[in-house]
């Protein structure tokens, strides 16, 4: 059975530093693109970027308006999204999920991480 | 850039009703449009991939049609579980690129 279990919620100041995570079971991880996807409070669904862990690709939405990085760990089978530092505006729920073998849908959902950043 | 422009924004029906939801691509998508279903608290569920293709384990009450620029998806009798948000998708190759629709509403009347 595919799951992604995602860690659990975080509330930071600004500026502060970020990591959450991704951990994902049940299929080859290295051989699909997870896609990180951005909720925030009472709005829609927002695409940030897509990872490959098999080779470490990225690839980043234009539309990011800040620095996040996307990473994985093979060996442990989690994919990561990082801030180095946090502004109020990424307040959100933010999702990972895994692309799916034909490439244009994420067929499995991580259950989400809230993500509170206020002083 | 692709926009998705999904109507209505909120939909009032009645359970055992028929729900019509409509999403619109700003340029020729193909078949290439996916829909999700979230339900409050939850992550998004994918319920259709390439315009009509119902994914593992969703119900035959759920059917996609479109190709181009118009899609709809379709309940054929609405459930209680079924009174969501629901989200219409599509995946540009280059620049790779997803976007979202606004989303429906579905609600009770």
Redesign the interface.
């Known amino acids: 059975e595919v799951q992604l279990v995602q860690s659990g919620a975080e509330m930071k100041k600004p500026g502060e530093s970020l990591k959450i995570s991704c951990k994902a079971s049940g299929y080859d991880f290295k051989s699909y693109w997870i896609?990180w996807?951005r909720q925030m409070p009472g709005k829609?669904?927002?695409?940030m970027g897509?990872f490959y862990p098999g080779d470490s690709d990225a690839?980043y939405?234009?539309s990011l308006q800040g620095p996040v990085t996307m990473s994985a760990d093979k060996s442990f089978n989690a994919a990561y999204l990082q801030w180095s530092s946090l502004r109020s505006t990424d307040t959100g729920v933010y999702?990972c999920?895994r692309r799916?073998r034909?490439?244009?849908?994420?067929?499995?959902?991580?259950?989400?991480t809230r993500v509170i950043v206020s002083s | 850039e692709i926009v998705l422009t999904q109507s209505p924004a909120t939909l009032s029906l009645s359970p055992g009703e028929r729900a019509t939801l409509s999403c619109r691509a700003s340029q020729s998508v193909g078949s290439?449009i996916?829909w999700?279903q979230?339900r409050p608290g939850?992550?998004?569920?994918?319920l259709i991939?390439?315009a009509s293709n119902r994914?593992t384990g969703i119900p035959a009450r759920f059917s996609g049609s479109g190709s181009g620029t118009d899609f709809t998806l379709t309940i054929s009798s609405l459930e209680p579980e079924d009174f969501a948000v629901y989200?219409c998708?599509h995946?540009t190759t280059w620049?790779?690129?997803?976007?979202?629709?606004?989303?429906t509403k579905v609600e009770i009347k």
């Open positions: 896609g996807v829609g669904l927002e695409w897509s690839r939405s234009p999702y999920a799916s034909d490439g244009h849908a994420y067929d499995f959902w991580g259950q989400g | 290439l996916a999700y979230q939850q992550a998004p569920r994918l991939s390439d994914a989200y998708q995946r620049p790779p690129t997803w976007t979202f629709g606004q989303g």
